[in-house]
């Protein structure tokens, strides 16, 4: 079983729905988590990170964590075509920082498709 | 700022061939990393240096890669001999102490690499 499960899609949605993104784990021990954006023959970008349980917001963007049930979401509201990419989560079990450099845990993407 | 810059973009090559892929980091960086990227496993942390030395090897995938970093500009991923199941999307990445503690890399835009 792999440590990050994401669901690889494609996903596609009609410009202005409101997308749903998530992450499974299995290692109670990560705390850190992250999202990135990866816009088609580029590198991934950060999109947003988050510490512990609870929703954090930025723009039309919204990263909620639930460590309880190890589950992780990315909601985007209003979507536009620019939009459409893949988008991976990751994960360290501490402070990326902390004993040393934490290595980001990556899930394997979804592909978001918002057409117009 | 240029970003991270990566070479070549494409390379197709032939089994048994030597493969060199190189990457120029974010001045000022002291953080450098290499991925690669498949359909089948997703983004895998290979090596990462720190003030130009390797500080953790463990997901070379094995003695056919080899990767250096001469100096705090420039950093090179071997691969010798290549075999298909080599071909992927290699990525550099690199960071600061100071941008890690979001879990933030830096990606180039990756060098597509097909052994046929």
């Known amino acids: 079983q792999k440590e990050v499960e994401q669901d690889p899609g494609p996903l596609s949605v009609p410009e202005g729905a409101i997308v749903s993104l998530n992450c499974t784990y299995s290692n109670s021990a990560f705390q850190y988590f992250m999202w990135y954006r990866q816009y088609s023959r580029k590198g991934p970008e950060l999109l947003m990170y988050?510490?512990?349980?609870g929703n954090k917001e930025d723009g039309r963007f919204t990263a909620q964590v639930d460590k309880s049930s190890k589950y992780i979401s990315l909601f985007i509201r209003d979507s536009q075509p620019s939009d459409s990419a893949t988008y991976l989560c990751a994960m360290t079990p501490g402070h990326p920082l902390s004993g040393g450099y934490n290595k980001l845990i990556f899930g394997a993407g979804t592909r978001l498709a918002v057409h117009p | 700022d240029a970003g991270v810059i990566q070479s070549p973009r494409h390379e197709v090559t032939e089994m048994g061939q030597e493969v060199t892929l190189r990457c120029k980091p974010i001045?000022?960086?002291?953080?450098l990393f290499w991925y690669r990227q498949t359909m089948m496993r997703g983004l895998e942390l290979l090596i990462y240096?720190?003030?130009?030395?390797?500080?953790?090897d463990s997901g070379m995938p094995e003695d056919r890669f080899s990767a250096k970093m001469p100096n705090a500009s420039f950093s090179t991923l071997k691969i010798q001999p290549s075999e298909p199941r080599d071909s992927a999307v290699y990525f550099c990445?690199?960071?600061?102490?100071?941008?890690?503690?979001?879990?933030?890399?830096?990606f180039g835009e990756g060098s597509r690499l097909t052994v046929l």
């Open positions: 988050t510490y512990s349980s």
């Open positions: 001045s000022g960086h002291d953080y």
């Open positions: 240096f720190n003030n130009n030395v390797p500080i953790d």
């Open positions: 990445a690199s960071n600061t102490d100071r941008d890690l503690n979001t879990g933030e890399l830096f």
